[in-house]
């Protein structure tokens, strides 16, 4: 078929753009993602449009980086820092959702925009700052914890917040509060079911599952781990929540097993090598420059409060939870991105007719700025001051 295998072609040029933009991008001494987005911004506006093909191999590997952040976990400091991370949610939530509402209310009259734009401005996409918080080694920190449990926390309160916005301002769209929380439960209730059954076939206390390896799991361990970990993706979009929350638990569940660290060190070298440098492309070309328009002084300013309710709201719930305040800054940063998701609930009000192309075309501006700002401004808030060591004067 003619044009059959043009898909390689494109893919060929998405990696090639991926590793030149990461490349300019270390040697200025900027993190990889930083220029990997950038790369994708240009090669979509000038060159090749963003495919099926190029979407789907950026899911996959938003899944894989996700799921190499939960197996690098450390589960007793997740663990030590949920209450921290349930206030951070709650800052993070609450507080962009009321700037911005007011904001809106303020500059147009209208209560269903305000609340809508509202809930947008509350989605957060932390595969940006995970990547970048990597590069500098600090996903591990008690401020990576807390951004990583903030944000599965705050996935699951934007859920809710939508079907309540939802059910409110349309309510013959409504599809059921009480639905929703059941399936968020449910889902959970898995998770919690198979990372006992895991954990306990890891440490051989099941006996049932030592009949596991007629598999022969400890050969094939990659290969179970890719599947475990694009089962629970599944699962969890199918439950409404995002495949990144339940790649995310994939990780945690098998970073408590024996063979991690050669899951981590293999599935690392799959997804550094082909699916993540796609996915940050695909984000940047996902944003064509041709077709933005700044827009008046309300969406500039949704774009403005959007990002200062996320590093305030965020940043005080760290505060309150026992960070310093230069960890709270910098937990605020890491939690200001958007992505996809926002994007996707604003469509959603314009095919409800309750927001208009001028906010959908501000929310895309904003999944563009916070893109492009977090790695840079994450570099600069982890960056240590210089020691200066005192001499004494010469007699």
């Given at each position: 078929?003619?044009?059959?295998?043009?898909?390689?072609?494109?893919?060929?040029?998405?990696?090639?753009?991926?590793?030149?933009?990461?490349?300019?991008?270390?040697?200025?001494?900027?993190?990889?993602?930083?220029?990997?987005?950038?790369?994708?911004?240009?090669?979509?506006?000038?060159?090749?449009?963003?495919?099926?093909?190029?979407?789907?191999?950026?899911?996959?590997?938003?899944?894989?980086?996700?799921?190499?952040?939960?197996?690098?976990?450390?589960?007793?400091?997740?663990?030590?820092?949920?209450?921290?991370?349930?206030?951070?949610?709650?800052?993070?939530?609450?507080?962009?959702?009321?700037?911005?509402?007011?904001?809106?209310?303020?500059?147009?009259?209208?209560?269903?925009?305000?609340?809508?734009?509202?809930?947008?401005?509350?989605?957060?996409?932390?595969?940006?700052?995970?990547?970048?918080?990597?590069?500098?080694?600090?996903?591990?920190?008690?401020?990576?914890?807390?951004?990583?449990?903030?944000?599965?926390?705050?996935?699951?309160?934007?859920?809710?917040?939508?079907?309540?916005?939802?059910?409110?301002?349309?309510?013959?769209?409504?599809?059921?509060?009480?639905?929703?929380?059941?399936?968020?439960?449910?889902?959970?209730?898995?998770?919690?079911?198979?990372?006992?059954?895991?954990?306990?076939?890891?440490?051989?206390?099941?006996?049932?599952?030592?009949?596991?390896?007629?598999?022969?799991?400890?050969?094939?361990?990659?290969?179970?781990?890719?599947?475990?970990?694009?089962?629970?993706?599944?699962?969890?979009?199918?439950?409404?929540?995002?495949?990144?929350?339940?790649?995310?638990?994939?990780?945690?569940?098998?970073?408590?097993?024996?063979?991690?660290?050669?899951?981590?060190?293999?599935?690392?070298?799959?997804?550094?090598?082909?699916?993540?440098?796609?996915?940050?492309?695909?984000?940047?070309?996902?944003?064509?420059?041709?077709?933005?328009?700044?827009?008046?002084?309300?969406?500039?300013?949704?774009?403005?409060?959007?990002?200062?309710?996320?590093?305030?709201?965020?940043?005080?719930?760290?505060?309150?939870?026992?960070?310093?305040?230069k960890q709270s800054l910098q937990v605020g940063v890491g939690m200001i991105p958007r992505a996809e998701v926002a994007i996707i609930i604003a469509s959603l009000g314009v095919g409800l007719g309750v927001i208009g192309n001028e906010q959908l075309t501000a929310v895309v501006l904003m999944v563009l700025v916070t893109t492009i700002i977090t790695p840079s401004l994450l570099k600069a808030a982890f960056r240590e001051k210089p020691e200066y060591v005192e001499y004494d004067k010469p007699s």
């Amino acid at each position: 078929m003619e044009n059959g295998y043009d898909f390689l072609l494109q893919l060929a040029l998405v990696l090639l753009a991926g590793n030149i933009g990461g490349l300019v991008s270390k040697k200025i001494g900027q993190p990889l993602v930083l220029g990997q987005i950038i790369a994708g911004v240009l090669l979509g506006t000038y060159f090749i449009e963003k495919t099926e093909v190029i979407y789907y191999f950026s899911q996959i590997g938003v899944i894989i980086l996700m799921f190499i952040a939960g197996l690098e976990t450390d589960v007793a400091e997740l663990n030590r820092s949920k209450g921290s991370s349930s206030l951070i949610a709650l800052g993070g939530v609450a507080v962009p959702f009321f700037m911005v509402s007011g904001a809106f209310y303020l500059f147009s009259g209208n209560l269903n925009l305000s609340i809508f734009m509202g809930v947008v401005s509350t989605a957060t996409s932390v595969s940006i700052s995970v990547q970048t918080l990597r590069e500098l080694k600090k996903l591990k920190s008690r401020q990576g914890m807390g951004i990583l449990g903030a944000a599965i926390i705050d996935d699951i309160v934007g859920i809710i917040l939508l079907s309540v916005a939802i059910s409110m301002l349309v309510p013959e769209s409504s599809t059921g509060i009480a639905s929703v929380i059941a399936k968020l439960a449910i889902f959970f209730a898995i998770v919690f079911v198979v990372g006992i059954a895991v954990r306990d076939y890891s440490k051989g206390e099941i006996s049932i599952a030592r009949l596991m390896g007629i598999f022969n799991i400890d050969r094939m361990l990659i290969s179970y781990a890719l599947i475990f970990v694009l089962a629970m993706a599944f699962l969890s979009e199918k439950m409404g929540v995002a495949a990144v929350t339940g790649a995310y638990f994939a990780g945690i569940i098998l970073s408590m097993v024996k063979g991690r660290h050669t899951i981590s060190h293999n599935i690392n070298k799959i997804g550094t090598v082909v699916f993540t440098p796609i996915f940050f492309v695909s984000i940047g070309m996902g944003i064509n420059l041709n077709s933005l328009s700044l827009g008046g002084l309300a969406e500039i300013s949704f774009i403005v409060l959007a990002i200062l309710g996320k590093v305030v709201g965020c940043g005080l719930g760290a505060k309150v939870s026992g960070f310093k305040w230069k960890q709270s800054l910098q937990v605020g940063v890491g939690m200001i991105p958007r992505a996809e998701v926002a994007i996707i609930i604003a469509s959603l009000g314009v095919g409800l007719g309750v927001i208009g192309n001028e906010q959908l075309t501000a929310v895309v501006l904003m999944v563009l700025v916070t893109t492009i700002i977090t790695p840079s401004l994450l570099k600069a808030a982890f960056r240590e001051k210089p020691e200066y060591v005192e001499y004494d004067k010469p007699s």
